[in-house]
RNA sequence: GGGCAGGUGGCGGAGUGGUCAAUCGCAGCUGACUGUAAAUCAGCCGUCUCACGGCUUCGGGGGUUCGAAUCCCUCCCUGCCCA
């Protein structure tokens, strides 16, 4: 039984870092963490993605903040829910998963957290699946679930959802989700703006929506997309997780709120017992913005360390502080000295950027990928060289350049290929190819085909 | 069970007998710009072809027609309303 830590300064950082809210409240979660009580608790993750994002590991690197004091963490495979699709923040049913696919990215996962998490050694955390005793509920049992809450409650949670609307600012055009009123649609309809005016976070201007908007129709459509029966079950299946396990804390993003509060509510009801639950703020900058795909800088924990640290050098400056503080931990003071010095117009924005990005590489994937990406990044993204290590590509002597493009895959089609090339796309060693007839000959042996911004092959023929 | 509206390229959404490989927006790609991004600008954006020009696409199948995403039949699917 592994050493429980006491140490109030490390539970303050703990209770403080990164977190949203506690309920019922910090104090009291505080007063059990004193206790000396071991914990048991969990986040939950979806494994119908094949791989996690940054998103989940700073949750995962929460779970990890209690493991090293010594409490039980399980890392918990959604795979029942998972197969049901949680409906929070999508609009179309997710597609069925295998059994196979599904234990396939669980296996990922872990690899991909073991970054922050420990599965091994004195304290490991534990995996476990929900499907395991989800599975088994019978319909009574759904029953006797369900009678703990009332259906306005879950209507209302699902009416919530759906009237977060995309709100674009008119003078910068920056866009940030916001409430909209459920009255407010009828009203507007002969008015210019919908929603309460507010200030866009971006420009700090007062601002609305214009009533033509494209965001109009996308709200539109979600509120004219029914509500499956099955949606207003998820918390319940969600819920009953912290049962099964008998947790006494759940962590998660804050969108999760809800579905964990059920947890709570099914814990107290059912195991007569204070389940805690803890959220953590959302990765984004301070104006809201989201680090996502669509933003084209999401980090996935299983990408290689060059691809990892462009993606975080491509996050908004804005990010720098908060990344710093909720994927790594590296001491608070120390993150206090950089937002310090990021308020000094003296100071490039980007050094800090680097060595967040540099921890997160080393997080992942050690020191001495680390290093790699990093002189990898300064070599090819900032001084456009070509990087110390490329993949060789074997070409024929007399092959089309369009086929060899195709065959080494940094082109779709040989109409893709083509059209790279005719936009100046692709060159060899430095030299800018424009001809699409161009062909492998004996010379380009050894030769670096670049294509686009960063694919690089050497041409091996043989 | 009854009535109605629909199913178009990765997504949203035009088109409703030839001029449609199919307007447009988003996403994506290439280039310029930049400390990295974002934003912006220019171009591309089914596929085969150097090109001319083919080929396969508009839920599935069948039909009408010189010619169909567009008309008819049928099947499948989705949503709404009534019961």
């Not at 304290?123 to 679930?145: G, Q, T």
């Not at 008119?170 to 210019?192: A, H």
């Not at 110390?388 to 002597?397: F, I, M, Q, S, T």
Request: hydrophobic share 35%; aromatic share 8%; proline share 3%.
């Amino acid at each position: 039984m592994p050493q429980v830590i006491t140490d109030e300064k490390l539970i303050d950082e703990i209770l403080e870092r990164g977190v949203e809210q506690i309920f019922p409240d910090k104090k009291t979660l505080k007063e059990k963490l004193m206790s000396g009580e071991r914990i048991r608790l969990y986040c939950g993750y979806d494994p119908t993605a094949p791989s996690l994002h940054i998103g989940n590991a700073v949750t995962i690197n929460k779970l990890s903040q209690f493991q090293k004091l010594g409490h039980e963490v399980i890392f918990l495979v959604g795979d029942f829910t998972g197969m049901i699709g949680d409906p929070t923040d999508k609009t179309a049913t997710r597609k069925k998963m295998t059994r196979k696919e599904v234990l396939k990215n669980a296996e990922d996962y872990k690899k991909q957290a073991s970054g922050y998490l420990k599965f091994d050694g004195e304290n490991p955390a534990k995996i476990m699946y929900n499907s395991e005793w989800s599975d088994k509920l019978s319909f009574k049992d759904l029953i006797e679930l369900a009678s703990k809450f009332t259906l306005q409650q879950m209507i209302d949670r699902e009416m919530f959802k759906r009237n977060l609307a995309v709100v674009k600012c008119r003078y910068c055009g920056f866009e940030w989700k916001s409430p909209i009123q459920f009255g407010t649609i009828e009203n507007f309809k002969s008015s210019t703006l919908i929603g309460n005016k507010t200030n866009c976070p971006n420009c700090g201007k007062m601002t609305g929506m214009d009533k033509e908007d494209i965001v109009m129709k996308e709200l539109d459509r979600l509120r004219e997309t029914p509500i499956a029966f099955h949606e207003l079950l998820y918390p319940l299946a969600q819920g009953y997780d912290s049962v099964a396990m008998n947790v006494d804390l759940e962590i998660g993003g804050n969108d999760q709120m809800f579905n964990m509060l059920a947890g709570r509510t099914l814990q107290k009801n059912i195991n007569n017992k204070e389940k805690f639950v803890m959220t953590l703020k959302l990765l984004s900058d301070e104006t809201g913005k989201k680090m996502g795909k669509s933003e084209g800088n999401a980090v996935f924990l299983d990408q290689s360390p060059e691809d990892m640290y462009g993606a975080v050098m491509s996050w908004t400056d804005g990010t720098i502080a908060i990344g710093f503080e909720m994927a790594t931990n590296i001491p608070m003071e120390e993150i206090e000295k950089i937002k310090e010095a990021l308020k000094d117009e003296k100071n490039n924005p980007r050094d800090f950027k680097m060595k967040l990005a540099y921890e997160m590489v080393k997080i992942n994937h050690g020191e001495e990928a680390a290093q790699f990406a990093q002189e990898n990044f300064i070599k090819i993204v900032q001084k456009k060289e070509v990087p110390d290590e490329v993949k060789e590509e074997k070409a024929k002597n007399g092959e089309k350049l369009v086929d060899f493009i195709v065959r080494a895959k940094l082109a779709e089609s040989n109409a893709d290929a083509k059209r790279k090339i005719e936009q100046g796309g692709v060159s060899i060693d430095g030299e800018i190819i424009k001809d699409i007839q161009t062909v492998i000959s004996e010379e380009m042996n050894g030769k670096i085909l670049k294509v686009g911004k960063r694919e690089f092959r050497k041409i091996i023929i043989g």
